[in-house]
């Protein structure tokens, strides 16, 4: 039922403005769609990349680099997400020849982690991560040893990043389930020392005499499992005196700031069977006020003198003095009129001796700072390709590995490509750049191409964005799983003002799409799975240059909730994909307990310095509440019988204590085992309940999950006799959510979108990240197709200046916004749902079932 006819009033129509009228930053992208090529890319999102100097491909996810002793080798371990791999550069004459390594099966190495350090010119150890092993090869890739470092009672050990002592024939290796320094005789293969080093051991790195060994910890908290059969819900939210201290049921975690958390550990390796830790640092800010977020320390670099220290989440380099084991400076990386936000995100480190320049891998803004380490300051930055991991030098030259490369491009051009595996896996592809350090003469330049490639020079308000009325009060955001562009819209040729980007071809789920029976049952031909998603396109505003920036599930919630994926979380994420790094219930190892592996929500490990859009929303005074987001921490278990929040929770990680707050307890999280149509039923019931009967204030904005998109096997008991019946119960939920939403009292003044938090369980042939935008409501454009390259940042920067929030960090205040979806001119209009096609699923059973 649409309500009485609304009318503004005058004050609120004059209030109506554009989107950009505050300081616009805009990437340069514009309505160019991402294209991945030599040289100048753009990517999803709207920022172009430029690297300097030559590039190699390798695999993608990099998150490891070594430089042979003579630097005639170079290899660099890529972690996924489809497949890891070994890239092998060796110097032949005037050239590096280029090879790949993949990992094989049985007794032979069986992945790659984050780790790798040369015992010499041909020889180097690689650290397989989940199996607690690590391989050491020859440049012809003939496996010789491996090294099991569950040894000594520990057991499910994860082996992360490695070192290596040349005069003692020591490997170090940093063990992140069992938190441990492992300290192995490379002759014999056995671990002489295991030494506790803190929280989540993520980087190490020996001093130049190597008589000391530092290791950073990316952790905050020593996770325990909760007595009995767990619980239906988190015990508590952090921060909050909960967390601290503990309820029933739920020990606390103790003090976020604890020496173990977010430091460096500094060990005495002079008797290597002896070390020991003689000196915790913390780095960066602590936690507390206004810091949500822990340092993050990702990255070492140690010279006599010094140790660098990178702090990925609060975009700063602690300076610890060497002799004194004290920390003597911290050197903030700061945008230039974006100093109070962050998402510069420094990971590797490597210091250039002959200029005293310390070079920083700046993955979040795809470049290499340059830092003066005589005068602690940034002198400028260099341009990289997509998420610099590490960066290395020899002599002049830097290489630096880029996890993302170029972007992935397409990820499919025909129909014919989708029974093609290969053809995906090679869309995902990083890169080793290679420069000669630059004169410092040049960098003023190098640094105004990084600022302007990322969106960082502001341009003149209102750029790139259509009028938003003030009027709207209400934003209501729906997040599916999944779903590309092509698959879902791409045979909508055009809307109202044009052309849309789409491949028929690819339109699985289109108008005339295809439900593959896999032999089982009969396969569907010509029926349409969405209709509610394609009909909320045709009716309102869409969006076909919309971008994921995430390759999974994993990251694409991450993004969703404005925290972006920092070293821990990108590395562990890449890890997953490939099924190589899990949780386990270890009575030993118990840094797995913080293994998320495809679960996807936000740990505390995970917040930037400014917090979540939880954190940003409470403290700017707007109102929210949740429905589904946050559920899915490490160890929470999903299955039949667990409504309403569909999960059981096994350890006292929290959620975000806003987000704990003003979350429904009667809705279930991701748990394909529970209907969409029960989703749907909680979010009308519980909003009937709470706001419409008793005239109570609904809250500014609203989030909803609906992860039926995300596809599962089927259950024809459960009336889904197909993979696809999961998508068409989601639409159908989503159809009668909208249709309950436009006949409220709140309709004329909401903004509704629609998105998914990856792409990638579809093909679509601009690119592989390209997903779903929708935007509905009495302000929206109808039959509109909006072309600007944006992302979630750029829904989210929308979605903030609708409800009068300034920006979260640097990622949604330089993107793009959504403006030109809306119009100041309102119909009023409803929506009514669209039936489902009950050959895939029938709702009345289930829509019922609450």
Request: hydrophobic content about 40%; aromatic content about 8%; overall charge negative.
């Amino acid at each position: 039922m649409v309500p009485a006819p609304w009318r503004p009033s005058l004050a609120l129509l004059t209030l109506a403005v554009s989107l950009g009228a505050q300081s616009g930053y805009a990437p340069p992208a514009g309505v160019r769609p991402p294209i991945r090529r030599a040289g100048a890319s753009i990517l999803p999102g709207g920022r172009i990349i430029t690297p300097l100097g030559d590039e190699f491909p390798t695999g993608s996810g990099a998150f490891a680099l070594a430089l042979s002793p003579s630097g005639r080798e170079i290899v660099i371990a890529s972690g996924g997400p489809v497949r890891s791999s070994l890239t092998i550069l060796e110097r032949e004459r005037d050239h590096w020849a280029i090879r790949r390594v993949w990992p094989g099966t049985g007794e032979d190495w069986h992945g790659v982690s984050t780790g790798l350090a040369f015992s010499g010119d041909h020889n180097v150890y690689v650290s397989e991560g989940n199996s607690g092993r690590i391989a050491m090869l020859d440049s012809h890739d003939e496996r010789r040893r491996l090294i099991d470092i569950n040894q000594g009672g520990f057991r499910d050990s994860f082996t992360g990043d490695l070192a290596f002592d040349f005069e003692r024939n020591i490997l170090y290796a940093l063990d992140q389930a069992n938190q441990r320094v492992a300290v192995i005789d490379a002759r014999s293969r056995q671990v002489v020392a295991a030494v506790p080093v803190g929280r989540l051991p993520f980087a190490m790195t020996l001093s130049p005499d190597r008589r000391t060994l530092y290791v950073a910890n990316a952790g905050m908290f020593a996770y325990q499992l909760l007595p009995g059969a767990g619980l239906a819900f988190p015990a508590f939210g952090f921060p909050s005196r909960e967390a601290v201290e503990g309820v029933a049921g739920a020990p606390g975690l103790g003090d976020p700031n604890a020496p173990e958390a977010n430091s460096v550990a500094v060990l005495d390796v002079s008797r290597p069977a002896e070390a020991r830790v003689v000196a915790w640092i913390r780095t960066g800010l602590p936690v507390g006020g206004t810091v949500f977020g822990g340092s993050g320390p990702s990255g070492l670099c140690a010279t006599a003198d010094w140790v660098f220290v990178s702090n990925s989440n609060q975009d700063s380099i602690s300076v610890v003095n060497a002799r004194t084991n004290t920390l003597e400076a911290e050197i903030p990386i700061r945008i230039p009129g974006l100093e109070n936000l962050r998402g510069v995100l420094p990971i590797g480190l490597a210091y250039h001796r002959k200029s005293g320049w310390l070079l920083v891998a700046e993955a979040g803004i795809n470049a290499i700072g340059v830092i003066d380490v005589a005068g602690r300051r940034v002198l400028g930055h260099l341009p990289a390709a997509w998420f610099p991991t590490r960066v290395a030098v020899d002599e002049d030259v830097a290489y630096v590995t880029n996890a993302r490369g170029h972007g992935t491009g397409a990820g499919a051009a025909t129909r014919a490509t989708l029974l093609d595996p290969l053809r995906y896996v090679e869309t995902h592809q990083g890169t080793l750049s290679a420069w000669r350090i630059p004169e410092e003469r040049d960098l003023a330049a190098h640094t105004a191409l990084v600022m302007e490639a990322n969106g960082f020079q502001p341009r003149a308000p209102g750029a790139a964005s259509g009028e938003v009325s003030a009027a709207i009060r209400h934003v209501v955001l729906i997040v599916g799983e999944s779903r590309s562009y092509d698959e879902m819209l791409g045979d909508i040729a055009a809307a109202g003002n044009g052309p849309a980007m789409g491949a028929p071809a690819l339109a699985r789920f289109g108008a005339k799409g295809t439900v593959d029976g896999h032999r089982q049952r009969i396969s569907l031909r010509g029926v349409e799975v969405a209709p509610n998603h394609r009909a909320i396109a045709r009716q309102w505003s869409f969006s076909d240059n919309f971008y994921s920036e995430a390759d999974g599930t994993v990251d694409g919630h991450h993004w969703l909730t404005g925290a972006y994926p920092n070293a821990w979380v990108e590395s562990s994420a890449l890890a997953t994909y490939g099924d190589g790094k899990d949780f386990r219930m270890s009575a030993g190892a118990a840094g797995r307990l913080a293994f998320a592996g495809r679960n996807a929500s936000t740990q505390p490990e995970d917040l930037p310095e400014a917090g979540t859009v939880w954190h940003h929303l409470e403290r700017h005074h707007i109102s929210f509440l949740n429905f589904g987001e946050g559920f899915e921490l490490a160890g929470a278990s999903g299955g039949a019988g667990l409504e309403p929040s569909g999960a059981l929770f096994l350890t006292n990680i929290p959620m975000p204590d806003p987000l704990f707050r003003n979350t429904s307890r009667a809705y279930p999280g991701f748990n394909m085992h529970i209907p969409d149509q029960y989703r749907a039923s909680a979010f009308i019931g519980e909003i009937e309940e709470r706001y419409g009967r008793t005239g109570a204030a609904l809250p500014q904005f609203l989030y909803v999950c609906l992860p039926g998109g995300y596809l599962a096997p089927p259950r024809p008991e459960d009336g889904y006799p197909y993979e696809e019946s999961f998508l068409a119960d989601q639409d159908y939920a989503l159809g009668r959510i909208l249709e309950y939403l436009s006949g409220t009292k709140w309709w004329p003044q909401m903004a509704v979108f629609v998105t998914s938090a990856s792409a990638a369980g579809g093909y679509d042939h601009i690119d592989a990240h390209r997903t779903l935008l929708l935007a509905a409501g009495p302000w929206a454009r109808r039959n509109y197709v909006s072309h600007t390259n944006t992302g979630i940042p750029g829904l989210l920067k929308t979605i903030f200046r609708l409800l009068g929030a300034p920006p979260l960090n640097l990622f949604d205040a330089a993107s793009a916004d959504l403006g030109d979806c809306f119009t100041a001119t309102p119909d009023l209009s409803g929506y009514r749902a669209r039936a489902v096609d009950k050959r895939l699923f029938d709702p009345a059973p289930s829509a019922q079932s609450r």
